[in-house]
């Protein structure tokens, strides 16, 4: 297998219940949206999510570590002639950093360490804004 493909399987538990495997052996357990498990357009959302948390995480923490670094992240949905699709995403991120000089300095890279984030590093959020097309294969 390649450094950079990326791979996770998914297996059926019931009517639209699944979990996801990660080669590594993580699970995740996901539905439709009717319980307390995650459905997949929230999934989408927090990896939107984590992925720009760590990235702003590393670089924010060459300086200082963060004692707080959360984020927030809302879209609304919608079907227009491009079918169902999240609009308007929007990530709230919210960072404290010890005081003194290298939690100053983490302050001031915060907001470049986001737009770099947003703009160039992480993975999920540039598959997204870029589009990618997804190809789907059946196999009976």
Do not use: Q, W
């Not at 639209?16 to 999934?43: H, I, K, M, T």
């Not at 995480?57 to 200082?64: E, G, Q, S, V």
């Not at 983490?106 to 997804?134: H, Q, Y």
């Amino acid at each position: 297998m390649s450094d950079d493909l990326r791979t996770i399987s998914l297996e059926r538990l019931r009517k639209a219940r699944y979990v996801a495997r990660n080669p590594r052996g993580g699970e995740l357990e996901f539905g439709e949206g009717d319980d307390e498990a995650f459905s997949p357009v929230e999934l989408l959302l927090a990896a939107i999510a984590g992925c720009n948390a760590i990235d702003v995480d590393y670089i924010t923490a060459k300086r200082a570590e963060a004692e707080r670094l959360d984020v927030d992240v809302s879209a609304r949905k919608i079907r227009d002639e491009h079918g169902n699709r999240l609009v308007d995403i929007t990530l709230r991120i919210t960072a404290e950093f010890p005081e003194g000089e290298s939690g100053d300095e983490a302050r001031e890279a915060l907001p470049e360490a986001v737009r770099r984030s947003r703009d160039r590093i992480c993975t999920v959020g540039r598959t997204v804004a870029v589009g990618t097309p997804i190809t789907v294969e059946v196999v009976r």
